[in-house]
């Protein structure tokens, strides 16, 4: 496609359920990154894969979050067992090079309820 | 504790007016300064600055880096409505593929 998308675009989730967040880079995109925004907050950075490869989940703020990206394009963040405080605005960003920028989705707004 | 500060965080201003935001940042392996514009959920890119003192143009707006005082201004000049939005500055560290971001500085430009 011609941009990243992510889906689904809101998720309402009660507490203790857990979730699939799923991102499309942008295709032929090598590196892709997934961010979580709090409200009046810029992004914090969660994970980073280069291809198939995870090189960075130092952001990734409890064992309850996963993600993956098995053939190196379409990745799935998971959070299992959501808290109130998972609630954010997760963003999934993709570059075919650092220095070329990172084009980011509209990323997926997730309430805890 | 914050690698990368923004000022103000808001700033409310009329049609016409020209405006300048603020990004300072503390890390120890400098590669990039990014600016982004969001003005609902994704952010959009705008500048990503390298080198010192070369400015960066796109239409109304533009950016330069100082790399020896480490902070990046954001100019825009004669603004519009439709530049409201939410300004983030990202900092990108040598070694980590990873963005560091300010908190933002809220523009509402009011006609």
């Known amino acids: 496609g011609a941009g990243v998308s992510q889906s689904p675009r809101y998720k309402v989730a009660k507490r203790g359920q857990d979730v699939a967040l799923r991102c499309d880079p942008i295709s032929g995109h090598v590196s892709l990154f997934w961010y979580q925004q709090a409200l009046g907050q810029g992004p914090e950075f969660l994970t980073y894969?280069?291809?198939?490869?995870?090189?960075?989940k130092s952001g990734l703020p409890s064992d309850r979050f996963f993600a993956e990206r098995p053939e190196g394009s379409v990745s799935t963040l998971k959070i299992q067992r959501t808290q109130q405080e998972d609630s954010a605005v997760y963003l999934c960003a993709s570059s075919p090079d650092w220095n070329y920028g990172y084009t980011f989705g509209s990323g997926t707004r997730l309430t805890v309820v | 504790e914050d690698k990368v500060v923004q000022s103000p965080l808001s700033l409310v201003v009329h049609e016409g007016d020209t405006v300048t935001l603020n990004c300072s940042y503390e890390?120890?392996?400098?590669?990039?300064l990014l600016w982004y514009k969001q003005e609902k959920k994704a952010p959009t890119f705008l500048f990503m600055l390298?080198?010192?003192?070369i400015e960066k143009k796109s239409g109304r707006l533009s950016s330069i880096l100082d790399k020896k005082e480490l902070f990046s201004i954001l100019n825009i000049t004669a603004t519009q409505t439709g530049d409201s939005a939410i300004y983030l500055c990202a900092v990108e560290e040598g070694g980590s593929e990873k963005l560091v971001f300010g908190k933002g500085t809220k523009l509402t430009v009011n006609p």
């Open positions: 390298t080198s010192s003192g």
């Open positions: 890390v120890t392996n400098f590669r990039s």
């Open positions: 894969f280069q291809n198939e490869a995870q090189l960075d």
